[in-house]
């Protein structure tokens, strides 16, 4: 059973990556949003592109920390299949995110 994230900008995005929406996922970010995949600085809007949209990602909230701020979920896409990974979002006091910290679970 997947868990709805309690935070709205988290819940937002998750709800963004699995209707396919990119415009409103670019929507729910800070200018200069960064991104981090398995420890490693990546450009977010080319990793969104290659990671999820043009490779139709999905993600399956499977339980939830820090408010809503932390995930893990079981995401997959056309490319890796799917796998366990956690995911952690840092939102500033305007509601949008400004940092994603993800990687494997």
Wanted: zero cysteines.
């Amino acid at each position: 059973m997947s868990v709805t994230p309690t935070d709205p900008a988290v819940r937002a995005l998750v709800d963004a990556v699995n209707a396919g929406d990119r415009t409103a996922f670019l929507d729910l970010l800070t200018p200069g949003a960064t991104l981090s995949d398995d420890g490693t600085e990546r450009d977010l809007q080319q990793w969104i592109d290659r990671e999820i949209f043009h490779a139709n990602g999905r993600m399956d909230v499977l339980s939830e920390t820090d408010g809503g701020r932390s995930l893990t979920a079981d995401f997959r896409n056309d490319t890796w299949g799917a796998m366990r990974t956690s995911w952690r979002f840092t939102v500033d006091d305007g509601g949008k995110i400004r940092r994603i910290t993800t990687g494997q679970a």
